[in-house]
Protein backbone atom coordinates (compact mmCIF):
# COMPACT_ATOMS: atom_id res chain seq x y z
CA UNK A 1 0.00 0.00 0.00
CA UNK A 2 1.29 3.15 -0.80
CA UNK A 3 1.62 6.44 0.98
CA UNK A 4 0.67 9.87 0.87
CA UNK A 5 3.39 12.22 1.40
CA UNK A 6 1.98 15.97 2.87
CA UNK A 7 3.82 19.48 2.42
CA UNK A 8 4.51 21.67 5.06
CA UNK A 9 2.48 24.36 5.11
CA UNK A 10 2.27 27.06 8.06
CA UNK A 11 0.91 26.21 11.09
CA UNK A 12 -1.71 27.61 13.67
CA UNK A 13 -0.95 29.84 16.13
CA UNK A 14 -2.23 30.55 19.63
CA UNK A 15 -3.64 33.84 18.86
CA UNK A 16 -5.40 32.77 15.87
CA UNK A 17 -7.20 30.13 18.07
CA UNK A 18 -8.11 32.70 20.27
CA UNK A 19 -9.73 35.05 17.69
CA UNK A 20 -11.66 31.61 16.66
CA UNK A 21 -12.94 31.27 20.07
CA UNK A 22 -14.43 34.25 20.01
CA UNK A 23 -15.74 33.61 16.46
CA UNK A 24 -18.19 30.97 17.62
CA UNK A 25 -19.97 34.36 18.89
CA UNK A 26 -20.84 35.17 15.35
CA UNK A 27 -23.54 34.87 13.17
CA UNK A 28 -22.26 32.69 10.05
CA UNK A 29 -24.23 34.55 6.99
CA UNK A 30 -26.18 32.41 4.42
CA UNK A 31 -25.28 28.77 4.40
CA UNK A 32 -27.02 26.00 3.64
CA UNK A 33 -29.47 26.63 6.95
CA UNK A 34 -30.77 29.69 5.21
CA UNK A 35 -31.27 28.32 1.39
CA UNK A 36 -31.26 23.94 1.35
CA UNK A 37 -29.29 23.35 -1.66
CA UNK A 38 -30.07 19.31 -1.83
CA UNK A 39 -32.03 19.01 -5.07
CA UNK A 40 -30.79 15.15 -6.08
CA UNK A 41 -34.32 14.13 -8.12
CA UNK A 42 -32.96 10.60 -8.12
CA UNK A 43 -33.20 7.61 -5.24
CA UNK A 44 -29.56 7.81 -3.03
CA UNK A 45 -28.50 4.36 -3.29
CA UNK A 46 -27.54 2.77 0.39
CA UNK A 47 -25.69 -0.46 0.59
CA UNK A 48 -26.18 -3.14 3.80
CA UNK A 49 -24.65 -5.95 4.28
CA UNK A 50 -24.93 -8.69 6.99
CA UNK A 51 -21.49 -9.53 8.97
CA UNK A 52 -21.77 -11.78 11.63
CA UNK A 53 -18.13 -10.92 12.85
CA UNK A 54 -14.57 -9.61 12.20
CA UNK A 55 -13.13 -12.34 10.73
CA UNK A 56 -16.01 -12.19 7.81
CA UNK A 57 -14.35 -11.79 4.10
CA UNK A 58 -14.69 -7.91 5.36
CA UNK A 59 -12.70 -7.11 1.96
CA UNK A 60 -15.05 -8.91 -0.38
CA UNK A 61 -18.04 -7.28 1.22
CA UNK A 62 -16.87 -3.75 0.68
CA UNK A 63 -15.71 -4.35 -2.43
CA UNK A 64 -19.03 -5.27 -3.36
CA UNK A 65 -20.56 -2.78 -1.66
CA UNK A 66 -18.58 -0.31 -3.73
CA UNK A 67 -19.17 -1.94 -6.73
CA UNK A 68 -23.32 -2.04 -5.96
CA UNK A 69 -22.73 1.71 -5.11
CA UNK A 70 -21.26 2.37 -8.74
CA UNK A 71 -17.35 3.10 -7.71
CA UNK A 72 -15.04 2.29 -10.72
CA UNK A 73 -11.83 2.32 -11.68
CA UNK A 74 -11.93 5.12 -13.96
CA UNK A 75 -13.46 7.14 -10.88
CA UNK A 76 -11.03 6.18 -8.35
CA UNK A 77 -7.82 5.66 -10.78
CA UNK A 78 -5.37 8.53 -9.34
CA UNK A 79 -7.10 9.60 -6.35
CA UNK A 80 -5.71 10.60 -2.95
CA UNK A 81 -7.95 9.08 -0.18
CA UNK A 82 -8.36 9.49 3.44
CA UNK A 83 -9.77 7.18 5.89
CA UNK A 84 -11.37 8.75 8.85
CA UNK A 85 -12.08 5.69 11.69
CA UNK A 86 -13.37 6.70 15.07
CA UNK A 87 -10.96 6.35 17.51
CA UNK A 88 -11.87 7.27 21.05
CA UNK A 89 -10.75 5.16 24.15
CA UNK A 90 -7.05 3.30 24.20
CA UNK A 91 -8.08 0.69 26.81
CA UNK A 92 -8.64 -3.07 26.65
CA UNK A 93 -11.96 -3.86 25.66
CA UNK A 94 -12.92 -1.09 23.83
CA UNK A 95 -14.18 -2.52 20.51
CA UNK A 96 -17.38 -1.50 20.66
CA UNK A 97 -15.74 2.31 20.82
CA UNK A 98 -13.68 1.90 18.24
CA UNK A 99 -13.95 1.54 14.61
CA UNK A 100 -12.27 -2.01 14.23
CA UNK A 101 -8.59 -2.19 12.75
CA UNK A 102 -9.96 -5.13 10.39
CA UNK A 103 -12.74 -2.72 9.18
CA UNK A 104 -10.23 0.27 8.40
CA UNK A 105 -8.36 -2.32 6.52
CA UNK A 106 -10.90 -3.99 4.08
CA UNK A 107 -11.64 -0.01 3.33
CA UNK A 108 -8.08 0.40 2.30
CA UNK A 109 -7.54 -2.55 0.52
CA UNK A 110 -11.08 -1.77 -1.15
CA UNK A 111 -10.48 1.52 -2.32
CA UNK A 112 -6.67 1.06 -3.50
CA UNK A 113 -8.11 -2.78 -5.59
CA UNK A 114 -10.22 0.55 -7.29
CA UNK A 115 -7.14 2.02 -8.39
CA UNK A 116 -6.64 5.01 -5.90
CA UNK A 117 -3.14 6.08 -5.49
CA UNK A 118 -3.04 6.60 -2.16
CA UNK A 119 -4.60 5.81 1.17
CA UNK A 120 -4.21 7.58 4.35
CA UNK A 121 -5.93 7.06 7.94
CA UNK A 122 -5.92 10.51 10.05
CA UNK A 123 -8.02 10.85 13.48
CA UNK A 124 -8.10 14.11 15.63
CA UNK A 125 -9.79 12.29 18.51
CA UNK A 126 -11.88 14.21 20.91
CA UNK A 127 -11.36 12.41 24.26
CA UNK A 128 -7.91 11.70 24.31
CA UNK A 129 -4.95 13.95 23.62
CA UNK A 130 -2.59 10.93 22.46
CA UNK A 131 -3.78 9.35 19.62
CA UNK A 132 -0.49 7.28 19.27
CA UNK A 133 -1.68 5.33 22.20
CA UNK A 134 -5.35 4.65 20.84
CA UNK A 135 -3.63 3.21 17.78
CA UNK A 136 -1.84 1.17 20.13
CA UNK A 137 -4.00 -0.34 22.43
CA UNK A 138 -7.23 -0.51 19.74
CA UNK A 139 -4.80 -3.01 17.18
CA UNK A 140 -4.84 -0.57 14.29
CA UNK A 141 -0.96 0.13 14.99
CA UNK A 142 -0.45 -3.10 13.76
CA UNK A 143 -2.49 -3.42 10.93
CA UNK A 144 -1.07 -0.05 9.44
CA UNK A 145 2.46 -1.34 9.90
CA UNK A 146 1.46 -4.39 8.49
CA UNK A 147 -0.12 -2.55 5.67
CA UNK A 148 2.21 0.56 5.54
CA UNK A 149 -0.71 2.68 5.56
CA UNK A 150 0.68 6.12 7.37
CA UNK A 151 -1.08 7.86 10.24
CA UNK A 152 -1.76 11.32 10.49
CA UNK A 153 -2.88 13.24 13.87
CA UNK A 154 -5.50 15.77 12.51
CA UNK A 155 -5.38 17.41 16.25
CA UNK A 156 -1.80 19.04 15.66
CA UNK A 157 -0.30 20.08 12.08
CA UNK A 158 -0.64 22.53 9.37
CA UNK A 159 -4.43 24.07 8.91
CA UNK A 160 -6.10 26.12 6.72
CA UNK A 161 -9.44 28.42 7.04
CA UNK A 162 -12.47 27.49 5.05
CA UNK A 163 -15.83 29.29 4.49
CA UNK A 164 -18.41 27.95 6.82
CA UNK A 165 -21.11 26.62 4.03
CA UNK A 166 -23.42 25.45 6.59
CA UNK A 167 -24.54 28.34 8.72
CA UNK A 168 -26.47 26.17 11.12
CA UNK A 169 -24.36 27.26 14.44
CA UNK A 170 -22.56 30.60 15.16
CA UNK A 171 -19.17 29.61 14.28
CA UNK A 172 -17.42 32.00 11.79
CA UNK A 173 -15.45 29.87 9.41
CA UNK A 174 -13.82 26.61 10.15
CA UNK A 175 -10.92 25.52 10.43
CA UNK A 176 -9.49 22.32 8.68
CA UNK A 177 -6.34 19.99 8.36
CA UNK A 178 -4.25 20.89 5.03
CA UNK A 179 -4.33 17.30 4.52
CA UNK A 180 -7.84 17.39 4.33
CA UNK A 181 -7.93 20.28 1.69
CA UNK A 182 -5.14 18.54 -0.09
CA UNK A 183 -7.24 15.27 -0.47
CA UNK A 184 -9.66 14.12 -2.87
CA UNK A 185 -11.65 11.84 -1.23
CA UNK A 186 -13.17 12.11 2.61
CA UNK A 187 -14.23 8.94 3.69
CA UNK A 188 -16.37 8.61 6.91
CA UNK A 189 -15.30 5.28 8.85
CA UNK A 190 -17.31 5.47 11.63
CA UNK A 191 -18.89 3.19 14.44
CA UNK A 192 -22.75 2.48 15.39
CA UNK A 193 -23.58 3.93 18.42
CA UNK A 194 -25.75 5.78 20.53
CA UNK A 195 -24.66 9.35 21.83
CA UNK A 196 -26.14 11.00 25.20
CA UNK A 197 -25.46 14.27 23.57
CA UNK A 198 -26.43 14.03 19.71
CA UNK A 199 -28.94 10.67 20.17
CA UNK A 200 -26.83 8.99 17.39
CA UNK A 201 -22.73 9.29 16.80
CA UNK A 202 -22.52 7.43 13.24
CA UNK A 203 -20.65 8.49 10.06
CA UNK A 204 -21.49 12.44 10.21
CA UNK A 205 -20.74 12.89 13.80
CA UNK A 206 -17.70 10.91 13.47
CA UNK A 207 -16.23 14.45 11.11
CA UNK A 208 -15.98 16.08 14.39
CA UNK A 209 -12.90 14.31 14.59
CA UNK A 210 -11.07 15.75 11.46
CA UNK A 211 -11.68 19.11 13.25
CA UNK A 212 -8.05 19.92 14.71
CA UNK A 213 -8.01 19.69 18.60
CA UNK A 214 -4.72 22.97 18.42
CA UNK A 215 -8.13 25.07 17.10
CA UNK A 216 -11.08 23.70 18.83
CA UNK A 217 -9.57 22.04 21.92
CA UNK A 218 -10.32 18.71 23.90
CA UNK A 219 -13.11 17.15 24.00
CA UNK A 220 -13.01 20.03 20.96
CA UNK A 221 -14.95 22.60 23.48
CA UNK A 222 -15.14 25.27 20.94
CA UNK A 223 -17.89 22.89 18.89
CA UNK A 224 -19.81 22.08 22.01
CA UNK A 225 -20.20 25.38 22.67
CA UNK A 226 -21.17 26.53 19.67
CA UNK A 227 -23.80 23.55 19.36
CA UNK A 228 -23.13 19.74 18.53
CA UNK A 229 -25.92 19.47 16.57
CA UNK A 230 -25.49 22.62 14.58
CA UNK A 231 -21.48 22.04 14.63
CA UNK A 232 -22.28 18.40 12.84
CA UNK A 233 -23.95 20.05 10.18
CA UNK A 234 -21.50 23.06 9.10
CA UNK A 235 -18.83 20.49 9.71
CA UNK A 236 -20.49 17.67 7.44
CA UNK A 237 -21.90 21.17 5.00
CA UNK A 238 -17.74 22.43 4.30
CA UNK A 239 -15.85 18.76 4.16
CA UNK A 240 -18.65 17.39 2.51
CA UNK A 241 -17.41 13.70 3.23
CA UNK A 242 -17.43 11.96 -0.53
CA UNK A 243 -18.23 8.43 1.19
CA UNK A 244 -19.21 6.84 4.32
CA UNK A 245 -18.59 3.35 5.83
CA UNK A 246 -20.31 2.61 9.55
CA UNK A 247 -18.65 -0.39 11.27
CA UNK A 248 -22.41 -2.06 12.66
CA UNK A 249 -20.44 -5.36 13.50
CA UNK A 250 -20.39 -4.70 17.16
CA UNK A 251 -21.50 -1.37 17.79
CA UNK A 252 -22.78 0.55 20.58
CA UNK A 253 -26.03 1.10 22.74
CA UNK A 254 -26.64 2.89 26.07
CA UNK A 255 -24.61 5.74 27.28
CA UNK A 256 -22.53 6.10 24.37
CA UNK A 257 -20.26 6.86 22.72
CA UNK A 258 -18.03 5.49 25.29
CA UNK A 259 -19.80 4.16 28.39
CA UNK A 260 -22.34 2.14 26.85
CA UNK A 261 -22.86 -1.36 26.29
CA UNK A 262 -21.27 -3.57 23.53
CA UNK A 263 -24.49 -4.76 21.07
CA UNK A 264 -24.06 -7.48 17.98
CA UNK A 265 -26.03 -6.12 15.00
CA UNK A 266 -24.09 -7.70 12.51
CA UNK A 267 -23.81 -5.33 9.37
CA UNK A 268 -22.03 -2.74 7.61
CA UNK A 269 -23.84 0.20 6.04
CA UNK A 270 -22.02 2.32 3.50
CA UNK A 271 -22.77 4.81 0.84
CA UNK A 272 -22.01 8.27 -1.28
CA UNK A 273 -24.08 9.77 0.91
CA UNK A 274 -23.77 10.65 4.95
CA UNK A 275 -26.99 11.48 5.33
CA UNK A 276 -28.74 8.52 3.75
CA UNK A 277 -26.49 6.36 5.56
CA UNK A 278 -27.25 7.41 9.11
CA UNK A 279 -30.65 7.17 8.43
CA UNK A 280 -30.30 3.86 7.65
CA UNK A 281 -28.05 3.20 10.30
CA UNK A 282 -31.20 4.64 12.60
CA UNK A 283 -33.95 2.26 11.39
CA UNK A 284 -31.70 -0.84 11.67
CA UNK A 285 -30.83 0.53 15.35
CA UNK A 286 -34.62 0.98 15.65
CA UNK A 287 -34.31 4.68 15.64
CA UNK A 288 -36.26 7.24 13.92
CA UNK A 289 -34.03 9.35 12.38
CA UNK A 290 -36.47 12.08 11.77
CA UNK A 291 -36.44 12.22 15.36
CA UNK A 292 -32.82 12.83 15.85
CA UNK A 293 -32.54 16.48 15.67
CA UNK A 294 -29.32 17.31 13.15
CA UNK A 295 -30.46 14.05 10.58
CA UNK A 296 -34.13 16.04 10.57
CA UNK A 297 -32.10 19.20 9.61
CA UNK A 298 -30.06 17.69 7.36
CA UNK A 299 -33.04 16.15 5.15
CA UNK A 300 -33.16 18.38 1.98
CA UNK A 301 -30.33 20.31 3.17
CA UNK A 302 -27.64 18.01 3.04
CA UNK A 303 -29.13 14.55 1.65
CA UNK A 304 -31.97 13.02 2.48
CA UNK A 305 -33.51 10.69 5.41
CA UNK A 306 -36.59 9.74 3.76
CA UNK A 307 -37.09 6.24 3.14
CA UNK A 308 -39.06 6.75 0.26
CA UNK A 309 -35.76 9.02 -1.16
CA UNK A 310 -33.57 6.09 -0.46
CA UNK A 311 -32.57 3.03 -2.51
CA UNK A 312 -31.99 0.47 -0.38
CA UNK A 313 -29.53 -2.31 -1.47
CA UNK A 314 -28.25 -5.60 0.02
CA UNK A 315 -30.26 -6.28 3.01
CA UNK A 316 -33.55 -4.13 3.93
CA UNK A 317 -32.79 -2.50 6.94
CA UNK A 318 -35.93 -4.04 8.37
CA UNK A 319 -34.69 -7.56 7.53
CA UNK A 320 -31.50 -6.78 9.94
CA UNK A 321 -33.26 -4.31 12.36
CA UNK A 322 -31.81 -4.90 16.02
CA UNK A 323 -33.16 -2.45 18.51
CA UNK A 324 -30.36 -0.39 20.47
CA UNK A 325 -31.07 0.12 23.79
CA UNK A 326 -31.98 4.21 24.67
CA UNK A 327 -31.80 5.51 28.18
CA UNK A 328 -34.68 7.32 29.07
CA UNK A 329 -33.35 9.84 31.42
CA UNK A 330 -31.21 10.80 28.65
CA UNK A 331 -32.55 13.95 26.80
CA UNK A 332 -31.17 13.39 23.78
CA UNK A 333 -32.31 9.95 23.66
CA UNK A 334 -35.95 10.29 24.70
CA UNK A 335 -38.80 9.47 21.53
CA UNK A 336 -35.97 8.54 19.30
CA UNK A 337 -37.44 4.96 19.18
CA UNK A 338 -39.17 3.95 15.71
CA UNK A 339 -42.11 2.07 15.57
CA UNK A 340 -42.89 -0.93 13.81
Not at 165 to 184: C, H
Request: glycine share 12%; net charge positive; aromatic share 6%.
Amino acid sequence: MTSHDPQTPRRFTRRQAVKLAAAAGLVAAGGLAAAPLFKEKRLTPVFVAKAAEYGADLGGILRRGLAELGLTSQEMAGKRVLLKPNLVEPHAGAGHINTHPLVVRAAAEAFLALGAASVVVAEGAGHRRDAYLVLEESGLADILAREKLPFFDLNNGPVAPAKNLGGFSKLGELWLPELITRTDMVVSVAKMKTHHWAGVTLSMKNLFGVMPGVVYGWPKNVLHFAGIEPSILDINATVRPDFAIVDGIVGMEGDGPIMGDPVAAGVLVMGRSAVAVDATCCRIMGIDPGRVGYLDLADGRLGTIQAGRIEQRGEIPAAVRRDFALLDYVPAQQNLRLGR
